[in-house]
């Protein structure tokens, strides 16, 4: 026997139906019939719970937060609320037993499921899970993508204050150089090289060894010949 | 006659050049003096080479055809045909200190306007002081020297200073301790030990077997070979400058020499090889006694740091000859310098440009 062989079946649209052999087969012992209307209601109340949570998570200021308030409440009130503010106590049934709605209660939910929000189904508990699960992921990634901004802001600000504090530095040492009574303070200043000295009694020894070959040459008479001459030493 | 027009006369007439009184600041030079290419380097920037060459218009009509009473560089190669020429330096030396009567003469004027060449070469403004390094053969005499400062002198150089050309090289690549510089040049093969003070004569040895040599060689086994071509010195030492190798390579050195009028391909391969190959022996022979003279503590060190400069160093493979004639005296690690034709004259600069102005003062008086 199915519920379509009644003679008021049940029209949800979202609905189906099972054979309550079946149904004992797969260990469903008991079941409770709730009206589409009170699953709605359910499902709202359980979505303003996750979206709660969810505003509580989000560091938004009090205005803002009224705002989304006033905007999930105006989605989530129920388009005919006189219908759905009678709850509707449904017998516990048997599984042998055969479910018979009454026909008024009938009527009433074939009033208050309006069928556009019908497609859109229920909230369950998993999906309430989910959107609290995504909701603590945004904000943990939010947080993170803060913290690596700060971070890098940081490092760049600590790299550019070193950088001041060296052209700082330097820029004294100029200071320090140009002003001060002043060529001992650029000598102790430059980096001299070991091979610096080196140079310059190279420079030297070339000097004198001019000088040598000038004063020869001043002193010798003309047509005398000279031998091999070194350059220095 | 104002100061500034105002122009001193040395004892050559064709040089005149500002009065040394009117000059206000230096400018650095640096001469690479050779026997076949001569190269000048300046402060302000200025460099040249030029062919240590001088000529006079053989006649009325060459000389009227060039338009100069004297040409020096690579102008006189160009129209040698209608100049009598001549090269100042001989194997590195100035030539006119072993020549006598107009010989000497003309040698010696050759000198002086090949060194004013150079001397323009560097544009020097006309308040500006030349003060020049010239660099001169490793075992240069005396009387060369002195030589050099008289023609540097009467070219218009205003201060003068001698210095051994493989020594500005190696002050050029900063090789001035436990190295050996090797400066081959057409004329001479100039070895250096560097010991980090200024070389004397033990440690310097020059080969008189350089370029020249090898174009010599080249002519003469040419002429063996091929004994019908026709051929100048000029185009043999155009030929080796082109092609020479000391390696045995694919490629082959073919010249086109006229054989009776009739320009022809030959191949001057072996004979280039062969030329330019009688240069490796005598080079590790210097090295070798360079080192073998040096504190024994130390030879290692200055057989590893070998550097070759000069126009003769563009030898194709010998940095490796060298190397594998050195192999015979326990190795040695062979270095060609960068810029082989201006390394002696950017030495002589750096020399000039380091050198304290006082010292250069006294040199000018």
New interface residues.
């Given amino acids: 026997m199915t519920l379509e062989a009644s003679d008021s079946p049940l029209p949800l649209p979202v609905s189906s139906v099972h054979e309550l052999q079946d149904l004992q087969k797969k260990g469903i012992s008991k079941m409770r019939v709730v009206s589409a209307s009170q699953l709605r209601n359910s499902a709202r109340i359980a979505l303003a719970q996750a979206l709660n949570e969810m505003l509580g998570e989000i560091q938004i200021c009090g205005e803002e937060r009224q705002l989304i308030l006033d905007r999930a409440q105006s989605h989530l009130m129920p388009s005919n609320p006189g219908t759905d503010s009678i709850p509707v106590e449904t017998p516990e049934v048997a599984p042998a037993s055969k479910p018979v709605p009454r026909a008024d209660e009938t009527k009433e939910a074939q009033q208050s499921q309006p069928p556009a929000s019908a497609s859109k189904g229920p909230l369950g508990e998993r999906e309430k899970a989910l959107l609290v699960q995504l909701s603590r992921l945004i904000a943990r990634d939010w947080r993170t993508e803060l913290a690596t901004v700060r971070d890098s802001q940081r490092t760049q600000v600590e790299r550019l204050e070193m950088r001041i504090e060296e052209l700082t530095l330097a820029l004294h040492a100029t200071d320090h150089a140009l002003a001060g009574e002043d060529k001992k303070c650029t000598a102790e200043l430059e980096v001299k090289s070991p091979?610096d000295h080196?140079?310059s009694?190279?420079?030297d020894?070339?000097?004198q060894?001019?000088?040598a070959?000038?004063s020869?040459?001043d002193e010798?008479a003309p047509g005398e010949?000279?031998?091999?001459?070194?350059?220095?030493? | 006659m104002t100061p500034e027009n105002r122009t001193q006369h040395n004892s050559n007439k064709d040089v005149a050049v500002p009065w040394a009184s009117n000059k206000t600041s230096i400018l650095h030079v640096g001469i690479d003096l050779g026997t076949s290419r001569s190269a000048i380097a300046s402060s302000n920037g200025a460099r040249e080479v030029m062919a240590s060459l001088v000529g006079w218009p053989k006649d009325s009509v060459s000389a009227r055809v060039l338009g100069a009473s004297i040409l020096v560089g690579d102008a006189v190669l160009e129209n040698r045909l209608a100049l009598h020429t001549c090269y100042p330096l001989n194997a590195g030396n100035l030539a006119f200190t072993e020549l006598s009567g107009p010989e000497k003469d003309a040698s010696r004027k050759a000198g002086v306007t090949l060194l004013d060449a150079l001397r323009k070469a560097s544009n020097p403004r006309p308040d500006q002081a030349v003060c020049a390094v010239i660099g001169a053969p490793a075992e240069a005499t005396r009387e060369n020297k002195q030589a050099i400062v008289d023609l540097a002198r009467d070219a218009g150089i205003d201060g003068v200073m001698v210095v051994s050309e493989p020594f500005a090289v190696a002050y050029a690549v900063n090789a001035l301790e436990n190295a050996i510089v090797i400066d081959i040049g057409a004329g001479t093969i100039d070895l250096c030990r560097m010991a980090g003070s200024l070389p004397g004569a033990e440690d310097q040895v020059t080969v008189f077997r350089a370029g020249n040599y090898v174009d010599q060689r080249l002519a003469e086994l040419i002429r063996e070979a091929h004994p019908q071509v026709q051929f100048t010195s000029n185009m043999i030492k155009l030929a080796k400058e082109r092609f020479s190798s000391v390696v045995d390579t694919e490629n082959r050195a073919l010249v086109t020499f006229p054989v009776a009028g009739c320009p022809t391909k030959i191949d001057i391969t072996p004979q280039l090889r062969s030329a330019v190959e009688e240069l490796v022996p005598w080079i590790t022979q210097g090295i070798q006694s360079l080192v073998a003279t040096f504190d024994p503590e130390f030879q290692h060190r200055i057989r590893n740091k070998i550097i070759v400069s000069g126009g003769g160093s563009q030898v194709f493979g010998l940095q490796e000859a060298l190397e594998k004639g050195l192999e015979a005296l326990g190795g040695g690690r062979v270095t060609i310098v960068d810029d082989p034709v201006y390394a002696g004259a950017q030495g002589a600069l750096k020399l000039a440009q380091e050198m304290p102005e006082e010292y250069w003062s006294q040199m000018r008086r």
């Avoid at chain 1, 010949?225 to 030493?233: A, K, L």
Wanted: hydrophobic residues 40%; glycine residues 8%; aromatic residues 8%.
């Fill in positions: 091979f080196k140079k009694e190279l420079l020894q070339l000097f060894a001019n000088v070959l000038r020869l040459a010798t010949t000279g031998s091999q001459d070194r350059e220095g030493r």
